[in-house]
């Protein structure tokens, strides 16, 4: 079974700071890694995602995480944030063998931007 | 494309009573999800169609939860009776199908539940 771990509840950050949202992950087989983002009375949409190949995958927005599979981590990333970024960010896991379909999500980031 | 929609958008009841959730998921999605967020914590599966049949529904509490999607369109996700414990946001997900299985689930808006 896999597991996800957010250590962070909730990350306060100056607009054009950058910021780090922290996850990491369990599992005894292969995995496929995502980030989703919640902005408030709307429903989870999908950020970025690591398949394979390059460590480092990006979103059109700026965001981007990196597969550390020596740390089982894969942490985002925004080098400059902006006021509506404010939302909740979801890191979630599946094995390779159940594909997109069996998503575990973490307990979630409240990323907060302040002027 | 219009999205997965979802109703209502909240609702408030008693213990005791019981409550209905519909899900109408993207047009010519084979799969659909619906999943438990309580405060504080991430998005949990309860159960999964493909077309109208059930793939999984290991995690849902089948003493008092029911979910049917007839004719493998539309879904309703039913409590009764309803516990403190069920308030949550309770999302709708459809993703296509494929051999493969590796498809991005899509979010509806979520209904949230207060139990009192």
């Known amino acids: 079974a896999q597991s996800v771990t957010q250590l962070d509840s909730q990350v306060p950050v100056f607009e054009e700071a950058p910021v780090e949202l922290r996850c990491n992950y369990s599992s005894s087989v292969s995995v496929y890694l995502f980030w989703y983002v919640q902005y408030p009375n709307q429903g989870l949409q999908l950020l970025l995602k690591y398949l394979s190949g390059s460590t480092l995958v990006e979103s059109i927005n700026g965001f981007e995480a990196e597969f550390n599979k020596s740390q089982t981590s894969f942490h985002l990333r925004k080098p400059s944030v902006h006021i509506s970024d404010t939302a909740e960010y979801f890191c979630a896991v599946s094995s390779m063998n159940t594909g997109f379909q069996k998503l575990v999500f973490g307990t979630g980031t409240r990323l907060l931007v302040s002027p | 494309e219009a999205g997965v929609a979802q109703s209502p958008r909240y609702k408030i009841i008693e213990k005791r009573q019981s409550v209905a959730f519909w899900c109408n998921p993207i047009?010519?999605?084979?799969?659909l999800y619906w999943y438990q967020q309580i405060l504080g914590q991430g998005p949990k599966l309860l159960i999964q169609f493909q077309n109208n049949g059930v793939v999984d529904d290991s995690q849902l509490p089948k003493d008092r939860f029911s979910a049917e999607r007839l004719k493998g369109v539309d879904s309703t996700l039913k409590i009764q009776p309803a516990k403190l414990e069920d308030s949550a946001v309770y999302l709708c997900?459809?993703?296509?199908?494929?051999?493969?299985?590796?498809?991005?689930?899509?979010f509806g808006p979520g209904t949230r539940l207060t139990v009192l």
């Open positions: 997900a459809s993703s296509p199908v494929g051999t493969s299985g590796n498809y991005e689930q899509f």
């Open positions: 047009s010519g999605h084979a799969t």
